[in-house]
């Protein structure tokens, strides 16, 4: 069974510092993908990670994966309030049409 | 930007009874998913479908379930029986081929009571 794993799952932290996400996942894909949620809304697509040692970045959001490591990281470079949400990472299974399995998601909090 | 929608946004309705979510996918979009979240959880995949049939379902996924796509527009969702577990938000999700992102309506919040 594929179980995917972020830490941590709250994240309280001020406007201007920067902190990173994990995400741990137990199968062999070179697919994962980051998503935002803000509360009681739907998810949108952040980042898809294609390959071995991609790399995205979209203003203070840097994604990176390593396939070797099975481990993906979601970088907050100088956080402000707006990016407060939950960040869901999930991956899928290399086939078409295949089910994306997300991890549990990390709630950001951002403080002035 | 074409986007997927969802209706009801919100369906309450009593312990037993049959509900039905509606999907419209992108225009272009062949794979369609259904997925759920229960209130402060991670999201759950139920079922995927292309061409007609169904193409891959999870355990949660029982025989009170069902999806079609009775008009080659519509995609959607029964549940035969509700129970107050399924008290939920309902997701459908779609993509063109398969293997890229899969891009999500603005969900169905059903409330079981």
């Known amino acids: 069974e594929l179980k995917v794993e972020q830490n941590p799952l709250f994240l309280s932290m001020q406007e201007g510092k920067n902190y990173t996400i994990y995400c741990n996942y137990s199968t062999t894909s070179d697919r994962l993908y980051w998503y935002r949620q803000d509360p009681g809304k739907s998810l949108e697509s952040l980042f898809v990670?294609?390959?071995?040692?991609a790399v995205k970045q979209e203003g203070r959001l840097m994604a990176s994966l390593d396939t070797k490591a099975r481990l993906s990281t979601l970088h907050i470079t100088a956080a402000v309030h707006d990016l407060s949400a939950t960040y869901f990472c999930a991956v899928d299974r290399e086939t078409s049409g295949s089910r994306l399995t997300f991890g549990e998601g990390t709630q950001l909090t951002v403080n002035p | 930007e074409p986007e997927v929608t969802q209706t009801p946004s919100h369906q309450v309705t009593q312990m037993g009874q049959e509900v039905i979510l509606r999907c419209v996918p992108i225009s272009n979009h062949l794979y369609f998913y259904w997925y759920r979240q229960i209130l402060g959880q991670k999201v759950e995949f139920l079922v995927s479908?292309?061409?007609?049939?169904?193409?891959?379902k999870s355990e949660i996924f029982d025989d009170q379930f069902s999806v079609e796509r009775p008009d080659g527009s519509n995609f959607t969702l029964k549940i035969r029986s509700t129970k107050l577990e399924d008290s939920a938000m309902y997701f459908c999700a779609t993509n063109f081929l398969g293997w890229n992102e899969q891009y999500f309506g603005p969900g169905t919040r059903l409330t079981v009571t």
């Open positions: 479908f292309y061409n007609n049939e169904i193409s891959e």
């Open positions: 990670l294609l390959s071995n040692g």
